[in-house]
């Protein structure tokens, strides 16, 4: 008797702590737990407790809307089940150890404005998926072991502010498309394997205040366009198969940029800027 007592306090405790929170979400977030983990986590979940308790995970309304996890020591993939969060504005998994390849499920968080992957071991291309993300403003992906080329649906997520997808070994060239993002702040495809020539259609994103293109196989002349860059600030691209040497320019603005051949100076180290 005392032990089915036992049994019914458990599970109305259990019940208390995903009140509100649909069926879907409630498996997403053990799914990612069991995954990941769970408990291994450096600061990991109380499953007994109410779910707007947990660590980086935040409750509006009884929906989650954001889970951050950064430095957290995930382990292992994300599960498919990710794909029902479908509230989610903010996804930050920096800093982890997660493997295997980026669920094409993130394509359902319709809502999702950030998505930071970075500093972890994801491998495999891309997804085109994540195109279908058009409230994005911010895609973090550098640091990983990503493969194949940026995809084209990239270029139809025209809110992103930043994309970084340095220091992976993405190949290809940056799509002519590019332009498309004209709200772009931050680009980033540093220490990569990309090639061909840099794009002139960068000079039309007029918000742009970092550029880093450096540590790749780029070709042919850096273009005179890039003058029109007003307010970059950051600019790296040493270390390519470019015509001509550039130091790196950070804290300056770009009238001077077509006279930065390297003359015997030593270029500075590029650090992916976050």
Known sequence: MKTFKLIVVCFLVSAYSFANISSNEKEALLALYNSTKGSEWNSTWDLSASIDSWYGVTVENGKIVEINLP??????????EIGNLVSLRKLNFGFNKLEG???TELAN???????????NSFEGEI?????????LESLKLYSNKLTGNIPMSLMSLTN?????LGSNFLTGTIPNQIYALS??????????KMDGEIPVEIAQLSQLQELLLSSNKF???LPMEFMNLTKLNTFMVSDNNLNQEYISVS???????????LQNATATMDIEKD
Do not use: A, R, W, Y
Not at 71 to 80: A, E, I, R, V, W
Not at 127 to 135: R, V
Not at 251 to 261: I, T
């Open 127 to 135: 997804p085109t998926e994540l195109g279908s993300l058009k409230k």
């Open 160 to 164: 992103l502010k930043e994309l970084l």
């Open 219 to 221: 070709t042919g002349d």
């Open 183 to 192: 709200k772009l702040e931050k680009l980033s495809v540093m220490d990569n």
């Open 71 to 80: 430095f957290n020591n995930l382990q292992g993939t994300l599960p498919q």
């Open 109 to 119: 968080l319709k809502e999702l404005t950030s998505l930071e992957l970075f500093m």
């Open 251 to 261: 804290g300056k603005n770009p009238p001077s940029l077509m006279h930065l051949e």
């Open 101 to 103: 390849k980026i669920p």
